[in-house]
């Protein structure tokens, strides 16, 4: 068994592996590599294990997030739900391991977060407060559909009755989504990702990623998710709808719509991104009959450190959140780029 950092000509056996893998997610995928470095300029370190043959079984990508604000740590992976060591032998899940805390340690990180779906075999300490909420497809979204408690249908076929339609594209609909993701950012006080990160992603996965956008008859975008596809699950890691146009629901039709290409693409799970069981978010994708998927970001923590919160629920942010709700869109899309990109 050899470990050692991923070269470019490793990139289609990297890809073999992770589409063969049972254990592969999405986020393993190597164009994400190249979207990230592209999209936000960190360092990455992707690990991979090797066989007597050159036969990869296992790998481990690693993101350095170094900023004087938050920082220096690293994150596997940063921005999405999932990443973390993919191994089938735990011997080799140990070696990924010991080879990717060496290399937090030579750049001096705090810590280093692993986000898995599964509770690996290590002693690291785990954090499970968050679940993935999944929802299985059946092949005819009419059956889905039929599926539904008659409330639930009600509430998707009210935007209808308003002339509010739902409609899925790509680049064309790139603006749309921005318009609506970033006035939602705002609003949530959150900084705002860039929107070449989301014309990055598209770009790596041409086949791969959709936006579907939700619009008044008037052509008034007032929802919108980005979806990716991976082997047999899409997700909608990032989806927001207009405050102000919220008595006429416009988010569920747009889960409805994501909800339906992904039945007619084939998928035979949707995967709604992660949430704290018993929060608002949580029970929204609970009415739509997703069951929770249990994550484990495991850590390894340099000196004995405590385990990170860079998160909107740490207390020493609030000042900073309720300042940024007050800010103009336009001034989050300005500055909140240079912020994100150091938020995991």
Known sequence: MTVRLYMPEDRD??????????DANCYHQIGWKEVIEKSFGHSTYYLLSED????????????QLKSLLFGNFMVSLPYFNYGGVCAEKIEIREQLLNRAIQIARDKGAKHLEMRHTLHIDCRLPVRTTKVAMRLSLPEDPNDL????????RTQVQ?????????RVGRETELDNFYYVFS???RDLGTPVYSKDFFRNILCAFPSST???TVCSKDNQPLASGFLVGFKGNMEIPWASSLRNYNRYSPNMLLYWSALKLASEKGYNIFDFGRSTPGEGTYKFKEQWGAKPLQLCWHYWLNNGSDLPELNVKNPKYRVAINIWKRLPVSITKLIGPSLVRNIP
Request: glycine share 4%.
């Open 13 to 22: 056996r990297w890809d073999n592996f992770v589409f063969r893998a049972r």
């Open 52 to 63: 007597s043959s050159r036969t990869i079984d296992g790998i481990l990508p690693l993101v």
């Open 145 to 152: 559909w039929e599926s539904f408690p008659s409330k639930l």
């Open 158 to 166: 009210r935007p209808e009755k308003e002339g509010i339609s739902a």
């Open 183 to 185: 006035s939602n950012m």
């Open 210 to 212: 959709w936006i579907c």
